[in-house]
């Protein structure tokens, strides 16, 4: 089973940059697509950014223009760039891998994805 894990998380000021690592532990099928996901105590989940399955990127309207995500297949490692961070940024980041199709249905991502425990980013003012 494919675990992945992020990193890079941290503590910054609003208008800081932190870069988000997710690197799995073994192949990801090439029918799968992975993303960035972030989620805040009492708050449902909220898709960030993820790859579609043309290599294109998809971005949530709360990040665009301010947080890039980018794939290494070699290294089988996610990013996510995030530069001009606001509070509003702060979370509980996760990433996942998922059949293409599947990324934009949370019964979905539930039942058929592969979940990274997290990395937390607080952002303050």
């Not at 105590?41 to 990127?57: C, L, T």
């Not at 606001?86 to 539930?110: F, G, I, K, S």
Request: proline fraction near 1%; charge should be negative.
């Amino acid at each position: 089973q494919v675990q992945l894990r992020e990193s890079g998380g941290g503590s910054v000021q609003a208008g800081d940059s932190l870069r988000l690592s997710c690197a799995a532990s073994g192949t990801i099928r090439s029918d799968y697509c992975m993303g960035w996901f972030r989620q805040v105590d009492g708050k449902g989940r909220e898709a960030v950014a993820h790859i579609a399955n043309d290599g294109s990127a998809i971005y949530a309207d709360s990040v665009k223009g301010r947080f890039t995500v980018s794939q290494d297949n070699v290294k089988m490692i996610l990013y996510l760039q995030m530069d001009r961070l606001e509070p509003e940024d702060t979370a509980l980041y996760r990433c996942v891998a998922v059949y293409c199709d599947m990324m934009a249905d949370d019964y979905d991502l539930d039942v058929f994805g592969i979940w990274g425990r997290g990395t937390q980013v607080n952002v303050s003012s």
